[in-house]
């Protein structure tokens, strides 16, 4: 790792791997807790029961889940060529990373809210709070610390997804490892790699770890 020019490729494929998994969480968040709190409040005795609703949102999810991320990644080229113009690059990586990541993260939502207790939930119906007021009031942050921890597993999937997006030429920490330590048989670029995407994903969890911490005081 003495080469400049190995150190240089080796930090744009960190900032690579930031930006794929930037993208992709956002998404997860901002799409993936609206539809974990549709699964779960349109269950079987919930204010919002639609059950049409909820088997085909819980089965949609259990599709996407069930494939392995390579092979979605394969599948969702023909879309990322139609929405990007290219299936190259960081930014077409994040199409197949956020929608894997959406569905992992939706399941964990409605895991997490799972948890909250139901008469917690019917207390605050029988006081005449609105759906909207049970949602905001009393899931959403009954459940944080299992969001966060939720959060915190995505984003630790998410990297090591990335690191697959190389295959197709996604770039990032993985397209560096198999460019240089796979291709050119360079072992102490792989054993760098491995070591920077170890070092990620411990900070990653202490983060994660310390947020449901501060959730649960």
Known sequence: MNNPELLNDL?????????????????????????GLLLYITEKGLFAENKLVNLVGGFVINVIRSTP???????LLPVTQRVIGTTV?????SVSLSVAAIAFYARLVQSAIWEVDRGVIEAAHAM???PRMIITDVLLPESFPGLMRGMTVTAVSLIGFSAMAGIVGGGGVGDLAIRFGYYRYE??????????????????????DYLAKRGQR
């Open 89 to 93: 690059g960081p930014f077409a990586a």
């Open 69 to 75: 991320y390579v092979i979605l990644l394969v599948l």
């Open 187 to 208: 072992t102490d670029v792989m054993l760098v790699t491995v070591v920077v995407l170890i070092i990620l994903v411990q900070c990653v969890q202490s983060f994660g």
């Open 11 to 35: 930090l744009k494929a960190l900032l690579e791997t930031f930006y794929m998994v930037g993208i992709s969480l956002t998404l997860a968040i901002v799409l993936g807790i609206p539809l």
């Open 128 to 130: 005449g709070a609105t």
